[in-house]
């Protein structure tokens, strides 16, 4: 009989004895209550408590935790906007009592608060300014979380602007404003290549101008001093200038004609001269040319004769 009664308050010990003990997990508060009533906080590891008289009414943690909040809202130049808001925050370890207490949805509360914040400052921003000022909404969310939560026990660690989101025809529309930047730019460089090549082409040719010009000056000069010497060399054989210049153009005559037949898929035209009356060129031309010969022969004879 005795043994029946014994099972029973075993039992019942070991059941009272598991309720009185409980697991705390690192970084975690429990708020213990007795009989309804604020008793104490326990931290990581095996606590105790009474049993039937305590109880676990909830548990903290105490790690950093993020809350992603998107607010729609409309800039100074009446663009919609919706910007996602994250906000890094943890319970104060040393205030967990009012972090249970005094807020029943800390969500709620920092979601209101930064509502009302961006809302606030990105209507006195343009579209491009909220861009570029993000960090400033950041900041701003965050002075005003931390004044607001810290009396609940909530330490705000960080806010960020993580998402800048325009309407769709707004993103559309500067989508096309940035396409025709890029191709005016574009165009820009090209009419910049297209002017620097035609300058640089037309003083190419400026200076391929300037060359052949400075060629033939020089070969005219060489020309004008080719004939000098021949009308010296003329000279000394007894050849006065005049007899001379006539000789050459005779010469150069002939000689054109020669070069004129060379050619194979040239043809040649001689058309019969008939001089005007009184005119006496084709003579004075045959006479030239026969003078020329007899020049030469006499050339020759002085020639051998000074090797003799």
Known sequence: MGQFILVPILFFGVVILISALFIVKQQTAVIIERFGKFQSIRHSGLQLKIPLVDKVAGRLSLKIQQLDVIVETKTLDDVFVRLKVSVQYKVIRDKVYDAFYKLDYPHEQITSYVFDVVRAEVPKMKLDDVFVKKDDIALAVKAELNDAMLDYGFDIIKTLVTDIDPDAQVKAAMNRINAAEREKTAAQ???????????????????????????????????????????????????????ASALIVVTQHYDTLQSLGEETNSNLILLPNVPQAGSNMLNEMVASFTASNQIGEAMKEAKNKGKQ
């Not at 009419?191 to 400026?206: C, S, T």
């Open 189 to 243: 460089y090209e009419g910049d290549a297209q002017r620097i090549l035609i300058v640089e082409k037309a003083k190419a040719e400026a200076e391929s101008k300037r060359l052949q010009g400075q060629g033939i000056a020089d070969q005219r000069r060489e020309i004008a001093r080719g004939l000098e010497e021949s009308v010296e060399v003329l000279n000394r054989v007894g050849i006065n200038s005049q007899e």
